[in-house]
């Protein structure tokens, strides 16, 4: 059953205790979605398995599907040929499941290029420290060596997101080091 209103066939109290309901389910699956052991992909609750799950057998972690398509919808952009979602902390640097679904956020990717992006590979994924330029992006890595990020040519994003996910690479490469 669908959780629409109008599916729903009562009176004007019991349709709210429905939306009470409805709500309630939302805050539970939104909270579950922060853990390591869970992800949310669309109205689905998967439970996550790993080393340090609720199971014994380690499994491979899979990029968040939920996490990319986060950021589509936050960032308002659309699929544009030539044009790759990129980790800027790459998510090799994970130590634990922790940190893997810290790394694999919405907030710690770019859409950027496939040129842009090769030179980030080719450069081993050292670019990790995103630094803003009015609505440009740089990716550095510690020795100085320069990703330029022209937004519209070489990145697609909001501009309004630019000081979050400055921020949180900021905290990421304190957290993660």
Do not use: C
Not at 143 to 148: K, M, P, Q, R
Not at 165 to 176: A, F, K
């Amino acid at each position: 059953m669908e959780l629409k209103p109008k599916n729903f066939s009562g009176s004007k109290p019991s349709k709210r205790d429905f939306h009470n309901w409805h709500n309630k389910i939302v805050q539970v699956y939104y909270l579950l979605n922060q853990t390591v052991y869970f992800e949310v992909r669309g109205e689905q609750l998967v439970l996550k398995e790993g080393q340090n799950s609720f199971s014994e057998t380690t499994t491979r972690l899979d990029r968040s599907l939920n996490e990319k398509y986060q950021y589509f919808v936050k960032q308002t952009v659309v699929k544009t040929l030539g044009f790759e979602l990129h980790h800027v902390v790459p998510l090799a640097w994970s130590e634990n499941i922790h940190h893997f679904k810290m790394l694999d956020k919405w907030e710690n990717m770019v859409y950027i290029d496939a040129f842009s992006h090769a030179k980030i590979t080719q450069n081993k994924n050292r670019n990790v420290v995103l630094e803003v330029v009015k609505d440009d992006i740089t990716l550095t890595d510690h020795s100085d060596s320069e990703v330029y990020l022209k937004y519209k040519e070489n990145i697609l994003y909001k501009p309004t997101n630019k000081d979050t996910m400055r921020d949180y690479n900021n905290e990421l490469l304190n957290t993660v080091k």
